[in-house]
């Protein structure tokens, strides 16, 4: 099961996140999101946990709990919903023409 964590500390690490869920299962793998610009962590992360009730044991432990002064929000990942690209750069300006 794959699990969302937010609202974390910029300076949680994907120790301290197999840590805080070792102790409700087995942790398969932590992916903490950073940001591509600035290398810095977006707040977010990912946790998967194979077994089904450890995971549900994690999230249910977990949500609303205290990571360094801020109050995590712990569920089920849902899936990535498609965006629609983006219009970009076409913009268009009407009546912007010069004032005497």
Same mark, same amino acid.
């Given at each position: 099961?794959?699990?969302?964590?937010?609202?974390?500390?910029?300076?949680?690490?994907?120790?301290?996140? *197999? !840590?805080?869920?070792?102790?409700? &299962? *087995?942790? @398969?793998?932590?992916?903490?999101?950073?940001?591509?610009? *600035?290398?810095? $962590?977006?707040?977010?992360?990912?946790?998967?946990? /194979? !077994?089904?009730?450890?995971?549900? $044991?994690?999230?249910?432990?977990? /949500? #609303?709990? @205290?990571?360094?002064?801020? *109050?995590?929000?712990?569920?089920?990942?849902?899936?990535?919903?498609?965006? +629609?690209?983006? +219009?970009? #750069?076409?913009?268009?300006? !009407? &009546?912007?023409?010069?004032?005497?």
């Amino acid at each position: 099961m794959r699990i969302y964590v937010g609202n974390m500390p910029f300076s949680t690490n994907e120790a301290q996140l *197999t !840590n805080m869920f070792h102790n409700h &299962g *087995t942790v @398969d793998s932590v992916s903490v999101v950073m940001d591509r610009d *600035t290398g810095r $962590a977006k707040g977010f992360a990912f946790v998967e946990m /194979n !077994n089904q009730g450890e995971a549900n $044991a994690a999230i249910h432990a977990l /949500n #609303g709990t @205290d990571c360094d002064g801020r *109050t995590i929000v712990v569920n089920e990942a849902k899936p990535r919903e498609e965006r +629609s690209p983006r +219009s970009g #750069g076409h913009r268009s300006f !009407n &009546g912007g023409g010069k004032r005497w």
